[in-house]
T-cell receptor, first 114, second 116 residues
Framework: AQKITQTQPGMFVQEKEAVTLDCTYD???????LFWYKQPSSGEMIFLIY??????QNATEGRYSLNFQKARKSANLVISASQLGDSAMYFC???????????FGTGTQLKVEL | SAVISQKPSRDICQRGTSLTIQCQVD?????MFWYRQQPGQSLTLIAT?????????ESGFVIDKFPISRPNLTFSTLTVSNMSPEDSSIYLC?????????????FGQGTRLTVV
């Protein structure tokens, strides 16, 4: 079974600053993927970034990067140059082996302030 | 990538009635997933829908309450039966798409259900 832990229920960041959203995971599968999603108040789930367990380099996607520390079982999301439109709920998830159902964390509510 | 159209986007229903949610994908996919997100909560998987076979339900979810159809590789429906206010949630369908070494799991826009 897989488990995702997000310990920050809420975060505040100033516009244009960088912010790190924490995520730790627990899985017994040797091969797994880690995902981050953004959920604005509209409710849709927007895919942000993916990291495979065997990927040697940290994933990056525009202003999003994933700080993957396998030994610590952490997959923190870093958002650089925060924008007001980044205010949303952010979920970390794992598929525990690829091509499978996702297990989600409880989410972090990010608020970007002027 | 995949484009997923989910409808209705929202509905208000009377308790005791049923609602069927549709999910259409613009490409053929093997598995489709249905999730529930209760107010202020994270997403929980209801079931996995494979074409040509019965859906696989997660613990706590049963077919009588959440029947699922998967008639082809691009379409699925989830029915919420005999609704009660506790069923008020966002329901989302999802598919996996593999593009080279990158996996992306896409979601529909969600159906925001309120049961009164």
């Amino acid at each position: 079974a897989q488990k995702i832990t997000q310990t920050q229920p809420g975060m505040f960041v100033q516009e244009k600053e960088a912010v790190t959203l924490d995520c730790t995971y627990d899985t017994s599968d040797p091969s797994y993927g880690l995902f981050w999603y953004k959920q604005p108040s509209s409710g849709e789930m927007i895919f942000l970034i993916y990291q495979g367990s065997y990927d040697q380099q940290n994933a990056t996607e525009g202003r999003y990067s994933l700080n993957f520390q396998k030994a610590r079982k952490s997959a923190n999301l870093v958002i650089s140059a925060s924008q007001l439109g980044d205010s949303a709920m952010y979920f970390c998830a794992t598929d525990g082996g690829g091509g499978n159902k996702l297990t989600f964390g409880t989410g972090t509510q990010l608020k970007v302030e002027l | 990538s995949a484009v997923i159209s989910q409808k209705p986007s929202r509905d208000i229903c009377q308790r005791g009635t049923s609602l069927t949610i549709q999910c259409q994908v613009d490409s053929q996919v093997t598995m489709m997933f249905w999730y529930r997100q209760q107010p202020g909560q994270s997403l929980t998987l209801i079931a996995t829908a494979n074409q040509g076979s019965e859906a696989t339900y997660e613990s706590g979810f049963v077919i009588d309450k959440f029947p699922i159809s998967r008639p082809n590789l691009t379409f699925s429906t989830l029915t919420v039966s005999n609704m009660s206010p506790e069923d008020s949630s966002i329901y989302l369908c999802s598919v996996d798409v593999y593009g080279g070494s990158v996996t992306e799991a896409f979601f529909g826009q969600g159906t925001r259900l309120t049961v009164v």
